[in-house]
């Protein structure tokens, strides 16, 4: 970030300042952490679901925060700004630097596949533009922001990746990043804990592209059943992606290895590529193809684009492997739902190995009263799939997934459940053996990794 003047700060957020307020003192970053927060930075007193920034004014500033932004009037002095929402404030800096700094913004949603397609676009952008991009979870109002008041002032290019669990939230994250162009992975079913439907769901990631001008460009999934739906609702120049409908980027002759990665034709308009990348399964196939797709825009030396596929690696978390004493043990524990289970035991169910396929399932949260339904087709595609064994992390969907596996036919004594991460670890350790793969999967909130790691260091003993 570039050092923004305290008056910079106070103007855009509409704040008001007491007598001493010095509208030239210069600030290194932005913190909504206490303990954090560095020397220099400004601190916005945030407000969340279980904390309010304004408890730890005095905190950040005896750690050398130079100026602080809080809600009200709780708090005077020459350094403090006070403005009606911290939250607000924050998203109105942020858009006030991001018009300040104007990089081309890619924004990026989806059900699946969001942090992939943002993680292979940016590397594919970098090293040509200087590209920033948002890391970890940074997706929502709080870490969006924070992503653009982070990046440098010679950013380029903007890569986010955009989250949202109800409608509406698109809307104001795109306000906020003014993106040049939008992508759209897919639609599923995902947080359906807060829609009543998928066509729901498709209203509310199209917010990304409705508005767009006749001069930016959504890259839209042309195999995905709302693709029609998405194209009515932006006057945004279209670029289709796709493997079975016909599209600007189309995947050709695929040749998907298990948990290790892929081989297709990129068909981009006629020109043909060859790719080859680490990321396994054909949903990742999907992701190369949007980001490559958005790439092109900036980029059109496919050939280029190409070799910097080969160097591609998974986020963590997803369908990370590591063989440890000749078990396989592949962690795609970050989150969960349907269309990411099944394409998991997909790539389960396709490994050539001499052991036995093993599936730990945490479970998947948010899918309100259909939850049911999917947990079913979860436990009839373990049998599908011809899972060897089950261990689940015990909840109400699990139950019903392990019942479903066991009524087509799965062997009750090669079904476990267990109540927590540790037992997990020691379930496995009691019968998981050479050659085996164990394949970890659940909502983010069931913390699988925690029973990875227990794993991992138990095979190590």
Do not use: W
Request: with cysteine; charged share 25%.
């Amino acid at each position: 970030m570039i050092l923004l003047t305290t008056g910079e700060i106070q103007k855009a957020v509409n704040g008001k300042v007491s007598s001493g307020f010095d509208p030239k003192e210069k600030n290194s970053g932005i913190s909504t952490d206490s303990r954090t927060i560095k020397k220099g930075e400004a601190f916005f007193a945030i407000k969340g679901e279980k904390f309010d920034g304004a408890e730890f004014v005095d905190d950040a500033l005896k750690n050398g925060a130079s100026v602080v932004v809080i809600s009200g009037n709780k708090k005077k002095g020459k350094n403090i700004i006070n403005v009606s929402n911290a939250n607000k404030a924050l998203m109105a800096l942020a858009l006030y630097y991001r018009k300040k700094i104007n990089p081309k913004v890619c924004g990026i949603t989806g059900s699946n596949g969001k942090t992939t397609t943002k993680d292979v676009l940016a590397m594919l952008l970098k090293d040509i533009y200087n590209v920033t991009e948002n890391k970890g979870s940074f997706n929502n109002e709080i870490g969006l922001p924070l992503t653009i008041l982070n990046m440098a002032n010679k950013t380029e290019i903007l890569v986010l990746e955009m989250g949202m669990s109800g409608k509406g939230e698109l809307d104001l994250l795109k306000k906020i990043a003014l993106p040049d162009v939008g992508i759209i992975t897919n639609v599923g079913p995902a947080h359906l804990e807060y829609f009543s439907s998928l066509k729901e769901i498709a209203s509310a990631k199209a917010e990304l592209i409705e508005n767009l001008a006749e001069d930016k460009t959504a890259v839209l999934n042309a195999d995905d059943k709302f693709y029609d739906f998405f194209k009515s609702r932006t006057k945004a120049k279209i670029i289709s992606f796709g493997i079975t409908n016909k599209s600007d980027f189309m995947a050709e002759n695929i040749n998907l290895i298990p948990f290790k990665g892929s081989k297709f034709v990129l068909n981009a308009s006629g020109k043909k590529i060859k790719i080859k990348t680490s990321l396994p399964g054909i949903h990742n196939v999907y992701n190369i193809l949007a980001a490559t797709a958005a790439a092109s825009i900036f980029e059109n030396n496919l050939n280029l684009l190409a070799e910097k596929l080969e160097k591609a690696q998974p986020p963590k978390m997803r369908l990370e492997g590591v063989k440890l004493k000749g078990i396989e043990i592949v962690n795609d524990a970050y989150n969960a739902n349907p269309n990411s289970v099944m394409a998991g035991l997909k790539e389960l169910g396709n490994y050539g190995t001499g052991g036995r396929r093993i599936f730990v399932f945490g479970g998947m949260l948010e899918l309100g009263n259909d939850s049911g339904v999917y947990h079913k087709k979860i436990g009839e595609e373990i049998v599908r799939q011809k899972i060897d064994y089950l261990v689940v992390k015990e909840s109400d969907g699990t139950i019903i997934t392990s019942n479903a596996a066991l009524k087509r036919g799965m062997d009750i004594n090669k079904i476990f459940s267990a109540r927590t991460n540790e037992e997990i670890a020691d379930i496995l350790l009691s019968f998981i053996k050479k050659q085996d793969i164990v394949l970890f999967k659940g909502s983010r909130a069931v913390k699988l990794e925690e029973a990875v790691e227990l794993l991992k260091s138990k095979i190590k003993k």
